[in-house]
């Protein structure tokens, strides 16, 4: 066995475990019936029957989530750069990213659905959420270029701009990614709460629906969906992490 | 910047009151320099509900907020005092597993190979998903808004950990191989010191999805704290409370944010 394939080999394991494990629970009726085996789970998103309701909460949650993610991921780095920028709109910044964060969704719901309706405060929950992340990511990012490349560029005499983008840029890079995979689930999660406040269709309408009616098949199937779309999109985001740590290792 | 303003504020007006002057403008400019987008939200609040015509029944201004705080302390102190408790027993907690199980499944390829799976899972579960299921579980009550709290820190715990641990330099790895060094001591001198800074992002980035994790939780299931109080406020349409206990919510996340910041300054200037 060559050592580039162990890890994989252990990781499809861990899974298949982790699989077993959960199916096995819900066979022997361990947790009650709130936990039912992953095979009843599979055959409930497999059926043709559920995928109409399945799809069409799941096409609402992922557009939310995208558009939320983009308009985040956007903010947060204008708003990283204009700290490093304009030093003096930096504490502000930081505080107010903080409290952009603290805000909890649960009481905000109000006050969002008189901005933007029902069907857009999921989107903007999901905007703050990735803003916040991805802040806090590329301002720590941009504080990391080693001093003795930014002194060289100083004395040199770099702009301000030209040093920002031939050196914290891209040393910032991997804290990017870094706050990009962690803003993945984030974002699922975003759209989630945000549609519990009166939004017609999404997985999150599905959660509470399906709680509601002590629909336990929904409820895992639902669940089951969010988490591949999180994995999906965290898939994309630790690729692209780890082809920036090669390249600037 | 701000103290050559405030010097020549006082020059300009001269003598004690100068000084005085000078002292109260410092002070403002800070404040300013600080909090200049909360002030402009603060001022953009009342402006907004005058400019769409928006009566008390649909939102309250920030002067009803203030004044049922100044009037009803006593309703807000108990349910500060339950989310601080839960929010920081379970920050603690998830840190702490996140961080033991992080130096583990570095050390063994075998032990991330079984756990990496799980952990990401754990991570990508929806919180809003995992509340029914582990309220069903765990019953409505308090521990399940710990096991919850302790969830959502645990990740980003874990996953810093890991990634903090493997950026150590070739160089350094180097060193300690050629002059022998045992996994222990290349775990606790050079690659756990090397995760700290990692270790010390994940608190502060973990800080306030403690907080919210608890006001979510106890929102749905458990019947006290902070998020308990906004839900009744809002089932019995007291506006100005529900909003001022949004408000003191928030407050609360943005201490324990601010906390964990400094701790985190703090920790990384000692050991870089």
Redesign the interface.
Same mark, same amino acid.
């Given at each position: 066995m060559t050592s580039r394939l162990? =890890?994989v !080999?252990?990781?499809v394991?861990? +899974?298949v475990? $982790?699989l077993v494990l959960a199916e096995l629970i819900g066979q022997l009726g361990l $947790? #009650?019936t709130?936990?039912p085996p992953l095979s009843t789970v599979v055959a409930f998103l497999l059926d043709p029957d559920n995928h109409t309701l399945l799809g069409n909460a799941l096409a609402a949650t992922v557009t939310e989530a995208l558009i939320g993610g983009a308009i985040g991921i956007a903010a947060g780095v204008f708003f990283a750069l204009l700290a490093v920028l304009v030093p003096?709109?930096a =504490?502000? /910044?930081?505080? %107010?990213a903080?409290?952009i964060?603290? +805000?909890?969704? +649960?009481? !905000?719901a109000? %006050?969002l659905i !008189?901005i933007l309706g029902r069907e857009g405060t999921p989107v903007l929950v999901v905007a703050l959420s990735v803003t916040f @992340?991805i802040y @806090?990511s590329m301002s720590?990012g941009l504080s990391v270029a080693s001093h003795p490349y930014q002194d060289l560029f100083t004395v040199l005499g770099a702009r301000r701009g030209t040093r920002l983008g031939l050196v914290d840029l891209p040393a910032a890079l991997p804290k990017f990614f870094?706050g990009l995979? !962690?803003a993945?689930?984030a974002m @699922? /999660?975003g759209a989630? @709460?945000g549609e519990?406040f009166g939004a017609k269709r999404g $997985? #999150?309408v599905l %959660?509470i629906s399906?709680?509601q009616n002590y629909r336990i098949d929904l /409820?895992?199937a639902?669940?089951a969906l969010? +988490?591949i779309c999180? $994995?999906i999109i965290?898939g994309i985001a630790v690729a692209a992490q780890r082809a920036v740590a090669r390249r600037f290792a | 910047m701000t103290q050559s303003l405030s010097v020549a504020a006082a020059r300009t007006t001269g003598g004690l009151f100068g000084r005085v002057g000078g002292a109260v403008g410092r002070f403002l400019l800070v404040v300013l320099q600080r909090y200049w987008p909360i002030i402009l939200l603060l001022i953009a609040w009342p402006v907004w509900l005058w400019a769409n015509g928006y009566s008390r029944a649909v939102a309250p201004s920030p002067l009803d907020v203030a004044t049922d705080l100044v009037l009803h302390p006593d309703v807000y102190v108990w349910p500060v005092l339950w989310t601080t408790l839960f929010a920081v027993g379970g920050l603690a907690l998830g840190m702490l597993v996140g961080v033991v199980l992080g130096v583990l499944v570095w050390m063994s390829p075998l032990a991330s190979g079984l756990l990496m799976p799980s952990a990401l899972i754990l991570r990508v579960v929806p919180v809003t998903a995992m509340i029914p299921i582990l309220a069903r579980l765990f019953g409505y009550g308090s521990g399940t808004v710990v096991v919850i709290v302790v969830i959502l820190v645990f990740f980003p715990a874990f996953s810093l950990t890991v990634s903090g641990m493997s950026s150590v330099a070739k160089s350094s790895r180097d060193l300690f191989g050629v002059l022998g060094a045992g996994l222990l001591t290349r775990v606790l001198r050079l690659h756990l010191p090397a995760a700290i800074p990692s270790i010390m992002l994940a608190l502060r980035l973990s800080a306030p999805i403690a907080i919210l994790g608890v006001l979510l939780a106890e929102y749905l299931i458990s019947g006290v704290g902070l998020g308990d109080l906004l839900r009744s406020s809002a089932d019995r349409l007291q506006f100005e409370r529900e909003w001022a206990s949004a408000l003191v919510a928030t407050a609360l996340s943005v201490l324990c944010f601010g906390l964990a910041q400094s701790l985190e300054r703090r920790v990384v200037d000692r050991v870089t």
């Open positions: 162990r =890890p !080999l252990y990781g394991s861990g +899974v475990v $982790l $947790l #009650g709130t936990w003096v709109l =504490p502000g /910044l930081d505080r %107010f903080a409290v964060d603290a +805000v909890p969704a +649960v009481a !905000l109000p %006050f !008189l @992340i @806090i720590s870094d995979a !962690l993945a689930p @699922i /999660l989630t @709460i519990w $997985l #999150g %959660f399906a709680m /409820l895992w639902a669940a969010s +988490v999180s $994995l965290y | -």
